[in-house]
């Protein structure tokens, strides 16, 4: 079974960035799909960027494109998302995620979850 550990969360000021590392436990990692989604408290978990196995499509959530960046590096098993500009909005537990499908903004399409790594952006 595929393990996900989430880490690189933080407490920062707004305009701040952080990059959150999603680490996987087997090989099956690089023929799934990636994505990040985030929770904060009180709300439904949002779509926040997925990525395909090869790297060549990648998905945003339209309100997040331009400040965060996914990637993937197959040979580490790891998938990364880095966030720039961040503002107290974006305080959530952001969650790694994997799907047998090429991409997905679907959070039912994803079969893998980690744990979660939290994010708090102080204004």
């Known amino acids: 079974q595929v393990q996900l550990v989430e880490s690189g969360g933080g407490l920062v000021q707004a305009g701040a960035s952080l990059r959150l590392s999603c680490a996987a436990s087997?090989?099956?990692?690089?023929?799934?799909?990636m994505g990040w989604f985030r929770q904060a408290p009180g709300k439904e978990r949002e779509f926040v960027a997925t990525?395909?196995?090869?790297?060549?499509?990648?998905i945003y959530a339209d309100s997040l494109k331009g400040r965060f960046t996914i990637s993937r590096d197959n040979a580490k098993n790891t998938v990364t998302l880095q966030m720039n500009s961040l503002q107290p909005e974006d305080t959530a537990l952001y969650y790694c995620?994997?799907?047998?499908?090429?991409?997905?903004?679907?959070?039912?399409?994803?079969?893998?979850w980690g744990q979660g790594t939290q994010v708090t952006v102080s204004s």
């Open positions: 087997r090989r099956t990692f690089s023929t799934n799909g």
């Open positions: 990525i395909s196995w090869t790297g060549a499509r990648i």
């Open positions: 995620a994997g799907t047998g499908r090429v991409v997905s903004t679907n959070p039912l399409e994803y079969s893998y």
